[in-house]
T-cell receptor, first 114, second 118 residues
Framework: AQSVSQHNHHVILSEAASLELGCNYSYGGTVNLFWYVQYPGQHLQLLLKYFSGDPLVKGIKGFEAEFIKSKFSFNLRKPSVQWSDTAEYFCAVRGGDSSYKLIFGSGTRLLVRP | GAVVSQHPSRVICKSGTSVKIECRSLDFQATTMFWYRQFPKQSLMLMATSNEGSKATYEQGVEKDKFLINHASLTLSTLTVTSAHPEDSSFYIC??????????????FGPGTRLLVL
């Protein structure tokens, strides 16, 4: 069965610090990978996604993620965080079959201090 | 971008009553809608996949007779929690799939409905 692990449950950073959130998945076949963000009081929004091609994916708001197949990882990065990046971040995986189901990680709460 | 709405945003009901939650895609046609449940400080757990005009597909462990899903049109899916109990209290989130072919498929999420059963 597919699963997604996000090892950092809570992260606290100061503004301008660099961010890296870990995401590892368990699935034997082709996968599609996603990062979603949930700002306080708002709904989930798509940050970026990987389907194929360049394993370094750039998303909105300066975020990027790198797919490393050998490590089953899809870590999210941002070189310099802002206070407005305070949110909860979810990694999700979908098997590259006919199913469109998303399996979510447990989420990482990011607090950026001004 | 694509917008998904949910109604109501929050509901309080008595134990034993039924509650209906609506999920609408406002500016696109959603072939497939998904219903998730999110417990406090936990991730989203997929409950069921709803395809327009056909029966929903439920995930293992989800009672189909308790969580009735209807996807009557390409813009509306409903989740009815029947005979609700306090343990059904949770945050219910829907999403809708747009596009065709996996290369452009993306799920857009609604704002969620908080259900409290007394």
């Amino acid at each position: 069965a597919q699963s997604v692990s996000q090892h950092n449950h809570h992260v606290i950073l100061s503004e301008a610090a660099s961010l890296e959130l870990g995401c590892n998945y368990s699935y034997g076949g082709t996968v599609n990978l996603f990062w979603y963000v949930q700002y306080p009081g708002q709904h989930l929004q798509l940050l970026l996604k990987y389907f194929s091609g360049d394993p370094l994916v750039k998303g909105i708001k300066g975020f990027e993620a790198e797919f490393i197949k050998s490590k089953f990882s899809f870590n999210l990065r941002k070189p310099s965080v802002q206070w407005s990046d305070t949110a909860e971040y979810f990694c999700a995986v979908r098997g590259g079959d006919s199913s469109y189901k998303l399996i979510f990680g447990s989420g990482t709460r990011l607090l950026v201090r001004p | 971008g694509a917008v998904v709405s949910q109604h109501p945003s929050r509901v309080i009901c008595k134990s034993g009553t039924s509650v209906k939650i609506e999920c609408r895609s406002l500016d696109f046609q959603a072939t497939t809608m998904f219903w998730y449940r999110q417990f406090p400080k936990q991730s989203l757990m997929l409950m069921a996949t709803s395809n327009e005009g056909s029966k929903a597909t439920y995930e293992q462990g989800v009672e189909k007779d308790k969580f009735l899903i209807n996807h009557a049109s390409l813009t509306l899916s409903t989740l009815t929690v029947t005979s609700a109990h306090p343990e059904d209290s949770s945050f219910y989130i829907c999403s809708a799939r747009t596009g065709s072919g996996q290369s452009v498929e993306t799920q857009y999420f609604g704002p969620g409905t908080r259900l409290l059963v007394l």
